[in-house]
């Protein structure tokens, strides 16, 4: 009885995440305006209030090949690469987005994932439109950033 349970469990956990292809996406090129966090009562500020930046882009479309999961529960993260190129510390870095239609709105930094979509995959392409707020320490820039976000996606098995 005590196998059966464990086996029930373990068939109830999502599978390992799969890269999701996101080549549908057109192609952009963001030249972001990144700007002071706090701009004031500047002699009030600490050292790390002092160096935040902040930058936004809107309406950044994303396109998610899902064709191969329509009809399956699924979940897709957003989640970025641990080395970011023109950053000398990882812990320096916060995304943070808001969408418009199915996926959901979360925060993530360098080496980690967030929740993007939970549910019922009912097309071959999942698309939303992605305000993106970026927020960096001005202390840890070593050239312009440039970085891509990766998708995965699991299957949730019942």
Not at 83 to 111: E, K, M, Q, Y
């Amino acid at each position: 009885m005590r196998f059966l349970f464990v086996l029930l469990i373990l068939a109830a956990c999502p599978a390992s995440a799969m890269k999701l292809d996101d080549t549908l996406s057109p192609l952009q090129n963001i030249d972001m305006q990144v700007d002071w966090q706090h701009k004031n009562r500047m002699d009030e500020l600490s050292e790390d209030q002092l160096n935040a930046l902040e930058a936004r882009f809107t309406n950044y479309e994303v396109r998610l090949n899902t064709a191969s999961h329509v009809g399956q529960h699924v979940r897709i993260y957003l989640g970025l690469p641990v080395n970011i190129r023109g950053l000398n510390d990882p812990a320096a870095l916060r995304l943070g987005w808001t969408t418009r239609s199915h996926f959901l709105d979360g925060t993530v930094t360098p080496g980690t994932r967030a929740l993007l979509f939970d549910g019922l995959v009912n097309s071959a392409v999942l698309v939303d439109i992605l305000d993106f707020t970026l927020e960096i320490d001005g202390r840890a820039f070593s050239a312009p950033i440039n970085f891509e976000p990766d998708y995965e996606i699991e299957i949730i098995t019942p």
